[in-house]
Nanobody, 127 residues
Framework: QVRLVESGGGSVQAGGSLKLSCGHS????????LAWFRRSPGKQREGVAS???????TYADSVKGRFTISQDNAKNTLYLQMSSLRPEDTAMYYC?????????????????????WGQGTQVTVSS
């Protein structure tokens, strides 16, 4: 059973920064995609950023230039550094794993592409 645990959420004023962490268990395939998703009240879960084991990153247009995804393989931890936060970034943030060696670009930030999910961490940005 693959486990993921998010942390680092909280409340921040617009323009501020937060860094989310996602610790994952070691029993995952050698090749995989790690990603961050978010769900705002009344909206569907949307992909924010993804990174594969080769280090290739993909970002949603809404966060490009503000968010940075990274991972520490030694610590089995995925990160999301969020800067210049906006009230519209308020959401529950989830990390996810797709145990795949490759997927088409069009699928990288789609919820259905990912198999394992964490429970989420809340981020609230006030104006």
């Amino acid at each position: 059973q693959v486990r993921l645990v998010e942390s680092g959420g909280g409340s921040v004023q617009a323009g501020g920064s937060l860094k989310l962490s996602c610790g994952h268990s070691e029993n995952i395939p050698h090749k995989f995609y790690l990603a961050w998703f978010r769900r705002s009240p009344g909206k569907q879960r949307e992909g924010v950023a993804s990174m594969n084991t080769d280090g290739t990153t993909t970002y949603a247009d809404s966060v490009k230039g503000r968010f940075t995804i990274s991972q520490d393989n030694a610590k089995n931890t995925l990160y999301l550094q969020m800067s210049s936060l906006r009230p519209e970034d308020t959401a529950m943030y989830y990390c996810a794993i797709a145990p795949l060696s490759w997927m088409p670009m069009s699928a990288i930030l789609l919820e259905g592409s990912y198999e394992y999910w964490g429970q989420g961490t809340q981020v609230t940005v006030s104006s």
